[in-house]
């Protein structure tokens, strides 16, 4: 059996994840380690794209997102377009597709993410920021590297040669 | 040629990252005027269906914890599974919000709290119901044991609210007798989003521990009586002048998951009265709650 395109092939794992932010996270209701599996779609579209690409994406992803949370619009946006930008560039020089790579950088991916969307948006002045960073940002970036390893196992042969766009 | 040396040589790149950064600043820095209407034209419109999609979603989950519910109490094993903490909160605060819904009559709506995974859930709110079911601009929401917030936002489906745990939230408030009157607000720096502060209270009055403060229904917004915290003591004093003292809330924004949302000028009287007795109700019923 002849296997999709590759970039199709991308789009898809991508939709698959879109879908399990929507209908799968709810279940986890607000445990700390509830994976953010939108942060892992775009994480798996930008390492595999072009950082332009991948900050365009970060920047929509971020919009959408600030939309349904609208405390500081904007903020996600910003956060995310660095971190689309660094997934597509840095992707560049480390390993791609190896499991423990994508695993440490998904979950600095993660917390870097929590840590410039509380400095966009002003948060900071709100305080418990030490209890935020330190505790409740990395159970969630653990979570959304777990997911992000169980990505990468089930579709590894599939995406790997996915190319840049 | 190294992997992927031609992605971060391109300029095409660098423009476009530059180019969202700048966008996202200048959206950052929009008045709050313009950015609510992007923000409920977006869900309105693209984000339409992930909105509804995930309000179903909660609304089978809801229902799947109903049936646990019934099923528990039908079962001979429903002491042994009330012991689960998670499943006696949801089931006492659910029949807390039945029976404020009985005690208020009229002139609120119900609605489910969308939780979200950004690290602003807390401060502002999604909730299920919007225009359609009769939500408002400025209508205080409130869950069983006291205010939760006030809609600022309201789209056809969905609204949003401002939750008492914002940086700009205010509320008007006084003790449940109505001897001493402050300014609530959320607290900032240590504690934030865990406590209140009460404001303005003259520097002759001395609140003890554990007096109850409400809503005063000054100012037009939130209808007298409405319970916001006890008093857990004195933060600080301006000698000869006014004391402000910590609250303990008596609704925790990120917790509630079902509330109320009450309708513009349906309450005229005080809602004392109906936020008096739960308390009571809810330890004769789930006696679980006390351990």
Request: with cysteine; glycine share 8%; charged share 15%.
């Amino acid at each position: 059996m002849k296997l999709a395109p590759p970039r199709l092939r991308l789009w898809i794992v991508v939709l698959l994840l879109l879908a399990a932010q929507l209908a799968v996270r709810p279940w986890f209701a607000a445990s700390p380690l509830a994976p953010d599996f939108l942060l892992v779609a775009l994480l798996t579209f930008a390492m595999r794209s072009r950082p332009g690409a991948g900050a365009a994406a970060g920047f929509v992803v971020g919009l959408l997102g600030d939309a349904v949370a609208p405390t500081a619009f904007g903020a996600g946006a910003f956060a995310l377009t660095i971190i689309g930008y660094a997934a597509g560039w840095l992707k560049a020089v480390v390993f791609a597709d190896n499991l423990l790579v994508t695993v440490v950088f998904v979950f600095a991916a993660s917390w870097l993410r929590d840590v410039l969307e509380l400095a966009a948006s002003g948060a900071l002045r709100a305080g418990a920021v030490g209890t935020q960073l330190l505790v409740l940002s990395p159970a969630t970036a653990i979570g959304t590297a777990a997911a992000a390893a169980v990505v990468l196992l089930l579709f590894r042969s599939w995406l790997h040669s996915a190319p840049a766009s | 040629m190294t992997i992927g040396a031609e992605r971060y040589g391109s300029r095409a790149d660098t423009v476009a990252f530059v180019a969202c950064l700048v966008v996202a600043l200048v959206t950052l820095a929009l008045p709050e005027a313009l950015r609510a209407p992007i923000a409920a034209a977006m869900r309105r419109s693209v984000l339409l269906p992930a909105v509804t999609l995930e309000s179903r979603v909660a609304a089978s989950r809801a229902q799947r914890q109903a049936v646990l519910v019934l099923r528990a109490e039908r079962d001979s094993f429903a002491l042994a599974a009330s012991q689960v903490p998670e499943l006696v909160t949801e089931i006492a605060e659910l029949r807390a919000l039945l029976r404020l819904r009985a005690r208020l009559g009229s002139g609120f709506v119900t609605a489910e709290v969308l939780h979200q995974s950004g690290l602003t859930d807390g401060l502002t709110l999604l909730l299920s119901a919007g225009r359609r079911a009769g939500v408002t601009p400025l209508a205080p929401v409130v869950s069983p044991t006291g205010l939760v917030g006030m809609v600022t936002t309201v789209d056809p489906r969905s609204s949003v609210v401002m939750a008492w745990s914002h940086p700009d939230f205010r509320a008007s408030a006084m003790t449940a007798r109505g001897r001493v009157f402050g300014i609530v607000s959320a607290r900032r720096g240590e504690r934030a989003g865990e406590v209140m502060e009460f404001r303005g209270v003259p520097y002759r009055e001395r609140l003890p521990a554990g007096t109850l403060i409400v809503t005063s229904g000054l100012g037009g917004v939130f209808p007298r009586g409405i319970p916001l915290g006890t008093i857990e003591g004195m933060l600080s004093e301006a000698e000869g002048w006014e004391r402000t003292y910590l609250v303990r809330p008596a609704a925790h924004p990120a917790q509630v998951t079902h509330v109320l949302v009450l309708k513009p000028g349906a309450f005229s009287d005080t809602l004392a009265a109906a936020f008096r007795a739960p308390a009571a109700a809810d330890t004769a019923t789930a006696p679980a709650d006390s351990s």
